[in-house]
């Protein structure tokens, strides 16, 4: 179950361009006014570079599973990682993918008004038209069926999921998704990250859901556990038709 190939991208439906951007472990699902791979690839490379190079400087950093202070000479990425932790209460690698997909995702915005980047199911978004989003959550048979449409445009935002049995990412809780959005993709990871350890069945859910509000610049957020379903604040569930998303 937790290196299960990326199927749901499968899904993807929007009259933007999508292109598929890899870089070692990097693997990004595009979507921009325009073909812009080449500028996608080097802001990839760029940030993948400055996060490598501090991570061998300061391994503490990336090992860390709870809040961690970065060095005073940590480049930007890491700082903002390290702030959407400390304000989740994880380590801040549970921020890594949604900060790499947002800072590629700042790169286009200089080229493309509208943005989608896609890392792992974590999401940085900028649109000017509402988006649904359909959720993956693995063998849940709620698992793309149902999904969360965003009508907050015209701003960033993160959308980023976190899972106890699906994927490879690290998780002390049993959700099959857990779900935020907030205001910024780094910021949606490490929330998400909190979200799922905190649900380890259906009775979890509604205090997962409280504690998530007490975060500073979570805007909403849903959880999934097999037939169990619940959600809070600036996300409608909708159900999506047949495994639709865009």
Known sequence: MRDEPRTYRRWLRNELSSFRVRIDESDLMVSAER???????????????????????????????????PRSD????????AEAARRSGVGPMAAVAGAVAEWV???LLAESGQVIVENGGDIFLYSKQPRTAAIYAGSSPLSGRIGLRISL?????????????VGPSLSFGKA????????SAALADAAASALGN???GEGDVESALEHLRTIAGVLGGAVVIGDHLGAWGEVEVVKVDGREAQ
Do not use: K, N, W
């Open 198 to 200: 905190r649900v380890q």
């Open 176 to 183: 099959d998704a857990a779900v935020v959005l907030a205001e």
């Open 35 to 69: 073909p812009l791979r080449e500028l996608a690839e080097r802001a990839l490379l760029s940030v993948r570079a400055d996060l490598e190079r501090y991570v061998r400087d300061d391994p503490g950093f990336a090992s860390s599973l709870t809040p961690y202070e």
């Open 74 to 81: 940590a480049p930007e990425i890491a700082r903002e990682m």
């Open 105 to 107: 995702g700042r790169a």
């Open 153 to 165: 445009t015209d701003r960033p935002l993160g959308l980023c999921t976190s899972s106890g049995t």
